[in-house]
């Protein structure tokens, strides 16, 4: 009878609580990490604050049938967030949201024979980690943007590299060690080139490493050979594993059967079938696909460039304009578009993973986004960057000047990108002897990428992670 008992405890599920932030560029690759723990055989409860009535989640596909979805109160029911500043909004969220993962902590750990004893939380919300100790918890906490990014940060936190910044080499560069020797000023992340800008996120991304010696495990979307330095610094700061590219497995491994994409998603998807065959029609390489996100928003003037630029041009495009951005195109670009013979199609949305994927696309015109950055990596897409705030001018910078797979469009005098400028960047990347060697070092990075998450580092890592967790429920 001891015997049965004793099996029936070693075949209990080991329960792990991930926690995310609510925004789609912290929910993706925090939710694809949940899966790969799951393919693990961990039961992963994916724990998402939202109560906007703006927001609903999306399951696009069965893609997260290996995680269970759980949604709890972010305490802003009946409250108009657009009317709050951030301090305020910040402040309300953790507050509310600490109330409402308390609530479920306590009820998981009641109903469950063995309850989570990890908690992976956004790094963007320390204070969970607090509250996970509180319940006898271990944390983790999940960066989402890039180490090197995160790196600066943690400089700033511990005081070794002082803001407002100063030009310590004397002609427009700051020494970030083990980062980069040399970062032109307009290169950092706007939060840190520019204190005043946008205080209240600058305290939010300090405040990431607040607590952060506490924490069991840091975990990065990257790979350890993309950041090779920087993650080695990480490491020597704290027990830090990189678990990227957090792209959906039939990208990279394929290992994780049906997994097509995130599965989990803030806005309505659009059907996808008009790009792809849209798409379909056109040469290999001959298509440059334009996207600054879901949240960058751009002036009238930097839109009618980008129209003016991408006429111009003789290659295909895609561009992804949001409806809220729609009335910042030039008067009759739509009715123009007629006349252009199929050479460019304007849409609202697309299924990015499956764009970036297409044989046709051969430049993807991007804000640098940590996430649209780590997808153009991991499909060897050569981007020309257009970044715009937070975290995007450090990535750029990496996309232009270390990793050599895209470079950079130059704003003008006026903080402009030029329809010219465009066009010429756009030319360099799909053609001529600079062209090749981008495609090249892209091809170069994506079979990394591949490996790294097939049976390589960051496969390593995760496999190590779940057996860590595995073990704890042995003591």
């Not at 090197?148 to 030009?167: F, R, W």
């Not at 020597?236 to 290992?255: E, H």
Request: aromatic fraction near 8%.
């Amino acid at each position: 009878m001891m015997d049965q008992k004793k099996s029936e405890r070693t075949i209990n599920p080991i329960h792990v609580l991930v926690l995310t932030f609510p925004a789609q560029g912290h929910i993706n690759p925090m939710v694809q990490f949940s899966k790969r723990l799951a393919s693990k055989g961990l039961n992963v409860a994916f724990i998402i604050p939202l109560s906007e009535p703006s927001k609903s989640l999306h399951l696009t596909n069965h893609a997260t049938s290996s995680i269970k979805i759980e949604q709890i109160s972010d305490g802003f029911e009946g409250v108009d967030t657009d009317e709050l500043s951030l301090d305020i909004y910040f402040e309300l969220f953790r507050v509310s949201v600490s109330k409402s993962l308390t609530n479920f902590i306590e009820q998981h750990q009641s109903s469950q024979d063995n309850p989570a004893k990890v908690l992976v939380y956004d790094s963007v919300m320390p204070w969970a980690l607090d509250l996970a100790v509180q319940h006898g918890m271990h944390g983790a906490s999940f960066f989402t943007q890039s180490c090197a990014v995160s790196a600066i940060y943690c400089h700033v936190h511990q005081g070794t590299l002082k803001l407002p910044l100063e030009d310590s080499q004397g002609q427009g560069y700051v020494s970030v060690p083990p980062v980069m020797s040399k970062l032109k000023l307009n290169d950092l992340p706007s939060f840190v080139a520019d204190v005043d800008a946008y205080p209240a996120l600058l305290k939010l991304v300090l405040d990431q490493f607040s607590n952060v010696m506490r924490a069991n495990w840091l975990l990065f979307n990257t790979f350890a050979e993309l950041e090779v330095e920087v993650v080695k610094w990480m490491g020597s700061q704290c027990p830090a594993l990189a678990v990227g590219p957090t792209i959906p497995s039939m990208y990279l491994d394929k290992r994780i059967e049906h997994d097509i994409d995130y599965g989990l998603s803030l806005f309505k998807p659009n059907d996808a079938k008009t790009c792809i065959e849209w798409l379909d029609s056109k040469d290999a390489d001959s298509v440059v696909y334009i996207s600054f996100g879901s949240l960058a928003s751009l002036g009238e003037e930097q839109m009618e460039e980008i129209a003016i630029g991408l006429k111009r041009m003789k290659t295909n495009f895609l561009w992804v304009v949001r409806k809220s951005e729609e009335k910042k195109l030039p008067r009759n670009f739509m009715q123009d578009m007629e006349l252009l013979d199929g050479k460019g199609l304007v849409v609202n949305w697309c299924d990015q993973l499956q764009v970036l994927s297409h044989g046709s696309v051969g430049c993807f015109m991007t804000h640098c986004g940590w996430n649209s950055t780590m997808e153009g990596v991991s499909l060897g897409v050569p981007m020309a960057v257009v970044p715009q705030w937070t975290d995007q001018p450090t990535n750029a910078a990496f996309i232009a000047d270390v990793w050599k797979v895209g470079v950079r469009v130059r704003v003008n005098e006026k903080g402009i990108v030029t329809g010219e400028e465009i066009e010429s960047r756009v030319n360099e990347v799909m053609g001529g002897e600079k062209g090749k060697e981008i495609k090249a070092n892209s091809l170069e990075w994506r079979e990394r990428a591949r490996i790294a998450m097939e049976e390589g580092s960051s496969d390593n890592n995760i496999s190590d992670f779940a057996k860590n967790i595995v073990e704890m429920y042995k003591q």
